[in-house]
């Protein structure tokens, strides 16, 4: 005998859930763009460039990689080892996976 009953996805949904499943360093979820301030970034390849947090990010005129007549986004992250770098987009996600957490600010601001 089979149960053709369907399943309402949203019983299964809790309020306040993200929260729960947040690690204790984390502000909220990220939406996995790359330039947003503390965005948690997990390298693709830890012999090339060790895991990071975006510590900043600012626009800059006539600096894009494709189109020179664009202002251009520009990362200032941190790495894991200390190490301070810039980066574009396209060298981000060349790098680094989409970021799933932002890190407290407390915590990213206190090695700045």
């Known amino acids: 005998m089979s149960d ?14 993200d929260d729960f499943l947040l ?8 939406d996995g763009n790359h330039m947003e301030e503390g965005a948690q970034l ?10 990071a ?6 626009e800059c005129e006539n600096s894009s990689l494709n189109d ?3 202002p251009a986004l520009w990362a200032r992250i ?10 574009c987009l396209e060298e ?6 989409p970021p799933s957490y932002i890190v407290k600010k407390e915590l990213w601001r206190l090695v700045e």
């Open 4 to 17: 053709d009953k369907e399943i309402d996805v949203n019983y299964f949904h809790l309020d306040g859930i």
């Open 23 to 30: 690690p204790s360093w984390a502000e909220k979820l990220s």
């Open 42 to 51: 997990c390298t693709k390849d830890g012999r090339k460039i060790g895991n």
């Open 53 to 58: 947090i975006v510590v900043g990010v600012t």
């Open 68 to 70: 020179p007549s664009e």
């Open 78 to 87: 941190l790495t894991d080892r200390g190490n301070q770098t810039w980066m």
């Open 92 to 97: 981000m996600e060349t790098f680094f996976y």
